[in-house]
């Protein structure tokens, strides 16, 4: 059974951090970029960082940069998100997304953690 399990969410004030987790089970892990979205109340689901499957390569949105690091460890099968700086507008429901980088196999989100920035 494939599962993309996030945790670390919660409540925090502005100004605090958290760190999310989202760890995998019944896929080669080392096979998918893995994402990490988030969606706010009302508004559409939106890219917050990326990394490739040997962490060589990371994106981030602009909102993102300079407080958000992506990083993952194969090994453990997980990928996190340290969210730092954390501002009221980051609230919202966190996504991990796995995309495959091959052919044939699907991709896969997680049920999402919620992140509450307020004081």
């Known amino acids: 059974q494939v599962q993309f399990v996030e945790s670390g969410g919660g409540l925090v004030q502005p100004g605090g951090s958290l760190r999310l987790s989202c760890t995998a089970s019944?896929?080669?892990?080392?096979?998918?970029?893995m994402s990490w979205y988030r969606q706010a109340p009302g508004k559409e689901r939106e890219l917050v960082a990326s990394?490739?499957?040997?962490?060589?390569?990371?994106n981030y949105a602009g909102s993102a940069k300079g407080r958000f690091t992506i990083s993952r460890d194969n090994a453990k099968n997980t990928v996190y998100l340290q969210m730092n700086s954390l501002k009221p507008e980051d609230t919202a429901v966190y996504y991990c997304?796995?995309?495959?980088?091959?052919?044939?196999?699907?991709?896969?989100w997680g049920q999402g953690t919620q992140v509450t920035v307020s004081s």
């Open positions: 019944g896929v080669t892990f080392s096979l998918y970029i």
């Open positions: 990394i490739t499957a040997n962490s060589g390569t990371r």
């Open positions: 997304y796995a995309n495959p980088r091959i052919l044939g196999i699907r991709d896969y």
